[in-house]
């Protein structure tokens, strides 16, 4: 690596083994919504890495949720939903999920909970105590507003 | 939001001792480069010097589009910048690269794009980049593999 390139790496006070950030909230059940009212959504959660196969369970039900919904913003939500998993740690060890929304339904609720509940009435208990069990401390939901599209 | 900050500073914690780390360490890999489906970096902007930093990723964007290399080009598809609404540690405001999907094995850092694409002048545009930066100045950089796509 040219001596410049780690020079910036220096001056930003990057990290490469410990490079995300704690979570700001815990996953917990909740009916409080979870609303999205700008162009994108992100959502850093922390999970347990024992219970990654838990979790990943859970959020293929999510998909198979928002696809069946009779209500068609959830599958405008579907569309724009990815989830990522990353290699770099997160803290106490945790295996970090990233869900990008983008572009976001504005307004639409992002919540796990209701999501399932609304079309697996009878397992969304199940299901969430699953989900929310895989946690390892709880998530990072963060509003994003597009400035720079480098495509356009 | 002040939520959000105080996880972030747990963040910062835990980056500086690694970079602490880092810094003796003879030949790290560039955190820039990534290998999978996509990556995110939340930068931390001091709150009075955004207009630095988008003033500085509107010339990265003009390099990306003006460059010979087709691979600059192809970094620019993907890549997308977002400002969020919650605010990032000791007050600063947080910018969201999103690169989705990523060009497998190119190298998204700022410095090296700007000094190899504009010369001088780049050299110039990174110090007006790392001296808006916010401490920490990273509070995730995430390497992406993707694990669902809802809307597939």
Redesign the interface.
């Known amino acids: ?1 040219p001596a ?3 020079c ?18 815990t996953a917990t059940p909740s009916s409080a919504p979870r609303l999205l ?4 959504g ?1 959502v ?1 959660n922390f999970i347990k890495a024992d219970r990654t196969a838990d979790f ?1 369970a859970v ?2 039900r ?2 198979e949720a ?2 069946k919904s009779p209500k068609p913003e959830r599958r405008q ?12 740690p997160g ?1 106490a060890g945790s295996v ?3 869900f ?1 929304m ?1 572009p976001a339904v504005k307004g639409a609720d992002y919540s796990v909970s209701t999501i399932l509940a609304e079309t697996f009435p009878a397992e969304a208990i199940v299901l969430f105590k699953q989900y929310s069990e895989s946690f390892a401390g ?1 998530l ?1 939901f ?10 356009k | 939001m002040l ?6 500073v ?3 914690l ?6 602490a ?3 003796a360490a003879p ?6 480069v990534f290998p ?3 990556g ?1 970096i ?1 930068n931390f902007v001091k709150a009075d010097k955004t207009a630095d930093f ?1 003033m500085v ?2 010339k ?2 003009e390099a ?2 003006k460059s010979t290399k087709p691979e600059r080009k192809a ?12 605010a990032g540690a000791n007050g600063s405001v ?3 690269f ?1 690169f ?1 999907p990523a060009q497998k094995g190119g190298d998204y ?4 794009i700007l ?1 190899q694409e504009l010369g001088p002048e780049g050299q110039t545009l ?1 110090k007006t980049y ?1 001296d808006s ?1 916010g ?17 597939q």
Do not use: C
Request: aromatic letters at 8%; charged letters at 15%.
């Open positions: 690596m410049f390139s780690l910036l790496f220096l001056s930003i006070s990057i990290s490469l083994s410990a490079q995300v950030a704690a979570p700001a909230q009212t700008s162009d994108g992100l850093l990943e959020v293929a999510l998909k928002l696809q939500q579907a569309a724009s939903w990815k989830v990522y998993k990353s290699p770099e803290p970090v999920y990233v990008t983008e709880g990072n963060v509003n994003l507003t597009l400035v720079q599209d480098l495509a | 939520r959000i900050a105080v996880g972030l747990v963040g910062m835990v980056a500086s001792t690694a970079q780390q880092q810094a030949a790290a890999p560039n955190p820039f999978g489906d996509g995110v939340l988008e990723m509107g990265v964007k990306l589009m970094q620019a598809t993907g890549w997308k910048i977002f400002k969020a609404t919650e947080i910018y969201a999103v989705d850092s700022v410095g090296n000094v990174y790392s930066f401490t920490p100045a990273i509070g995730a950089l995430l390497h992406l593999t993707k694990v669902a796509d809802f809307g």
